[in-house]
T-cell receptor, first 117, second 113 residues
Framework: GAVVSQHPSRVICKSGTSVKIECRSLDFQATTMFWYRQFPKQSLMLMATSNEGSKATYEQGVEKDKFLINHASLTLSTLTVTSAHPEDSSFYIC?????????????FGPGTRLLVL | QQQVKQSPQSLIVQKGGISIINCAYENTAFDYFPWYQQFPGKGPALLIAIRPDVSEKKEGRFTISFNKSAKQFSLHIMDSQPGDSATYFCAASIDQAGTALIFGKGTTLSVSS
């Protein structure tokens, strides 16, 4: 099946620094990628929708200047958490829209655990 | 975002039993209803999905039942196994892949051996 990777799988950083998370579709082209955030024992909350070559669409309450999204190619989207603070610590998951046979669906990455000290 | 309500929050089932998780939605424009399985520290994995023109879909031990008039859908796991212990999320979207998924709050399933 379609594979989506994320890098890094976990990262620890100091408060005030920036962290970049990569999301790649390994065997298919994804015109649309999504970024979700998940707190412990909670559901996935959509942060933004990323379309290749255009600006991301952010959900209400998500600061676009803090969570920078770049979708430079059909296989790569990046999320940069700028000036990270402890409350940004979370599990960040991306998904990519792709087609497997006749079925088009969303495939999720393995997630990135961010801990801000 | 339109809400997708999922129940129960947690479920304990004996090995070999049937696990049933229910979801209800509000937005009649939703036309794609997937279920995802998530293990701790991992991303969600697509388990099975259904569209509103079908009332039931079965793949192996997993079955989705869909009631369009009641705006409800459920996941049935037959012959539940300890390896099925995970968190299950129902979701809905308007477009199968092009729009974001709205997730339920999740159900933590524990299958006792």
């Amino acid at each position: 099946g379609a594979v989506v990777s994320q890098h890094p799988s976990r990262v620890i950083c100091k408060s005030g620094t920036s962290v970049k998370i990569e999301c790649r579709s390994l065997d298919f082209q994804a015109t649309t990628m999504f970024w979700y955030r998940q707190f412990p024992k909670q559901s996935l909350m959509l942060m933004a929708t990323s379309n290749e070559g255009s600006k991301a669409t952010y959900e209400q309450g998500v600061e676009k200047d803090k969570f920078l999204i770049n979708h430079a190619s059909l296989t790569l989207s990046t999320l940069t958490v700028t000036s990270a603070h402890p409350e940004d610590s979370s599990f960040y998951i991306c998904s990519a829209s792709g087609r497997e046979g006749y079925q088009e669906t969303q495939y999720f990455g393995p997630g990135t655990r961010l801990l801000v000290l | 975002q339109q809400q997708v309500k999922q129940s129960p929050q947690s479920l304990i089932v004996q090995k070999g039993g049937i696990s049933i998780i229910n979801c209800a939605y509000e937005n009649t424009a939703f036309d794609y209803f997937p279920w995802y399985q998530q293990f701790p520290g991992k991303g969600p994995a697509l388990l099975i999905a259904i569209r509103p023109d079908v009332s039931e879909k079965k793949e192996g031990r997993f079955t989705i039942s869909f009631n369009k008039s009641a705006k409800q859908f459920s996941l049935h796991i037959m012959d539940s196994q300890p390896g099925d212990s995970a968190t299950y999320f129902c979701a809905a979207s308007i477009d199968q892949a092009g729009t974001a998924l709205i997730f339920g709050k999740g159900t933590t399933l524990s299958v006792s051996s």
